[in-house]
DNA sequence: TGTACATCAGTGAACGCGCGTTCACTGATGTAC
DNA sequence: TGTACATCAGTGAACGCGCGTTCACTGATGTAC
């Protein structure tokens, strides 16, 4: 362990970590934690007070960046799909004009962020939005993570890997797909017995290859 | 309404309802009230005090029938998965030898069980379960109802409306595609737009389509 | 049929807890002049 | 550059609440004899 006495003096470890009075960075700050709190101690451990607790502040601070609680959750699953949709900007330009990998790709993510993040998962697809007019920046980043989807859709009809038919439609269906098989693996619902026999990805393969009408390989 | 009191001197109202010391009936009693909870309220206001004061019983009464409320919980669980099987059950006997329908149909219902019981649905399948063999009557009646998707799979290969592959992965994804969809559905995240030109059971059918080598008809 | 007694399924008081939220306040910051 | 002041983002005490759970208890029931 670095031996910091000689600079002690200069630099004292008190000041080093020194508490400023303003934080600078809280209302993100407070997000990150909310999520590492998920990622911890699950959704059940969740609380106003405890996020402000390891965010170092006092449990009033919160209410200068959000409304309430419920705020505060909007805002991680805000982030929960902000996350997804980087990911997915990404795919989509890594396999620009190759829409069957970008369908693959995407939600193999999809699954992959389930799986890392199984309570942000929850969160961010919880519908914590009943008053969805109160956070425009949630339904603003759902919408986008759903174009992105429905243009997908789009370009595999074109190529005839679906039938072309309403592109809504299978935008819903896949996402539907998708969704629920990472949804029954999140919460233990697929049997031991299946899972020693078949990965979640090779789940997902194999109900992505149901409703292609071409064979969509593993090795992708 | 009917005149009682002449004999309300032989059966006066108070005896009629008379709370009796033992209720009698209270384990049933609390799963069933915990559901109407559930309805009326939603999964947020369910704790073992409010069940057990609207079972009109005391707070603690419930700990006689039941080790925690997780305990209930999972009975509630088990409630909604024996509702399932019971439909499945019947949908099976009524469409004896084809699978087609036997699939489309129960899968329906589940459609069916989310949308009138929100939150039952989220409970029957939020995975309660963390330590499964605590709870092994919820165990049971899970497993019975994949059993019965896994026939129904089968058989619908055997008919060619699948390829002939893996049960279980075919049932899973099955599984995944219904659960996924009514989950998105319950949770709000299907656009206001798309639910307007597609109902429910539109996209259902429509998923189902995606998967069947033939035509499921929407007059099924 | 009557009685003694074990067992069962309730009661109600009590415990301790963490929670969301409000409020009067204060320290820090930025800006106008 | 210095000063006055408005605004912002924190603090910490306090409120009231419902919760899960335990415990000593008691009323009702069923059974052995």
Redesign the interface.
């Known amino acids: 362990m670095l031996n910091l006495s000689k600079y002690a003096v200069l630099y004292p470890v008190k000041n080093m970590k020194q508490k400023k009075y303003h934080h600078g960075n809280l209302k993100n700050t407070l997000i990150q934690v909310g999520i590492k709190i998920l990622a911890e101690e699950g959704i059940g451990a969740l609380s106003l007070r405890k996020v402000a607790k390891n965010a170092g502040v006092s449990h009033a601070a919160p209410y200068a960046h959000f409304k309430d609680k419920r705020a505060l959750i909007a805002a991680m699953a805000t982030e929960g799909h902000t996350r997804i949709y980087e990911k997915n900007s990404e795919i989509i330009e890594v396999f620009a004009d190759m829409p069957l990998q970008q369908l693959v790709k995407t939600a193999c993510a999809y699954l992959d962020f389930g799986m890392d993040n199984p309570d942000l998962f929850r969160i961010t ?3 914590v ?2 008053r ?1 007019r109160d956070y425009p920046a949630l339904v603003e980043i ?2 986008k993570n ?1 174009e992105i989807l429905r243009e997908i859709a789009l370009r595999c009809q074109a190529e005839g890997i ?1 039938d072309a ?2 592109a ?3 935008a ?2 896949l ?10 693996i ?6 031991g017995e ?1 899972l020693a ?2 990965s979640p990805r ?2 997902l393969l ?2 992505l290859n ?2 292609t009408r071409v064979e969509v390989g593993a090795g992708l």
């Open positions: 697809f919880s519908g939005v009943e969805e759902t919408q759903f679906f038919d309403d809504d439609l299978l819903v269906s996402w539907g797909t998708v969704h629920g098989l990472v949804s029954l999140l919460q233990g619902q697929i049997s299946v026999h078949n090779k789940l194999f109900s149901q409703m």
